[in-house]
T-cell receptor, first 117, second 119 residues
């Protein structure tokens, strides 16, 4: 299997539930990302991991908790979400070489469409 | 200030014709990369084409080409010979390269342009 795989594709959860989104990349990349895409808004970067270390937390509420056990896997743990958290959550990966990052594209998964009721 | 601006919320094109999707960007970095992505209704973000700030030639990938005008800070996507399957949302994005800068390495997206190809 190649590329970036996200599961589940769709998720409906109540505000008191706890769930997790999973992302796996088969590209040998060293950086992984979570993005949020809400209707009528640009994509918002949430978290960045580089070699399993979190390098970016873009002021994301603590009800979103990322986990990166290795360079190939990324999770987003969700708890006590709000209806406004309903969105498409996209995982991505890239191969960033040393200090040069601007020339490598991010490769995205299909996303998880989350609905919070 | 917006780093990436896509001024066309929606565009229509006849099948087999060419279409240009506009993108302007704002950065003070010398090193940066510009990317175009396609997002069909299924949701996946598909990487199409890349242009580096130091590249002197316009990037091309099959039917996609990037009209890069550095002085104007524009990076328009040209799709030639449009196909029905090209109907999707298209995003312009940028990664800035100045190490230590607040935007270092981040991929920043524009608002997107919805392209509809008519038969």
């Amino acid at each position: 299997e190649t590329g970036v795989t996200q599961t589940p594709r769709h998720l409906v959860m109540g505000m008191t539930n706890k769930k997790s989104l999973k992302c796996e990349q088969h590209l040998g990349h060293n950086a992984m990302y979570w993005y949020k895409q809400s209707a009528k808004k640009p994509l918002e970067l949430m978290f960045v991991y580089n070699f399993k270390e979190q390098t970016e937390n873009n002021s994301v509420p603590s009800r979103f908790s990322p986990e990166c056990p290795n360079s190939s896997h990324l999770f987003l743990h969700l708890h006590t979400l709000q209806p406004e958290d309903s969105a498409l959550y996209l995982c991505a990966s890239s191969q960033d070489g040393g200090g040069v990052r601007y020339n490598s594209p991010l490769h995205f998964g299909n996303g998880t469409r989350l609905t919070v009721t | 200030a917006q780093k990436i601006t896509q001024t066309q919320p929606g565009m229509f094109v006849q099948e087999k014709e060419a279409v240009t999707l506009d993108c302007t960007y704002d950065t003070s970095d010398q090193s940066y990369g510009l990317f175009w992505y396609k997002q069909p209704s299924s949701g996946e973000m598909i990487f199409l084409i890349y242009q580096g700030s130091y590249d002197e030639q316009n990037a091309t990938e099959g039917r996609y080409s990037l009209n890069f005008q550095k002085a104007r800070k524009s990076a328009n996507l040209v799709i030639s010979a449009s196909q029905l399957g090209d109907s999707a949302m298209y995003f312009c994005a940028m990664r800035e390269g100045r190490a230590g800068g607040t935007s270092y390495g981040k991929l920043t997206f524009g608002q997107g342009t919805i392209l509809t190809v008519h038969p």
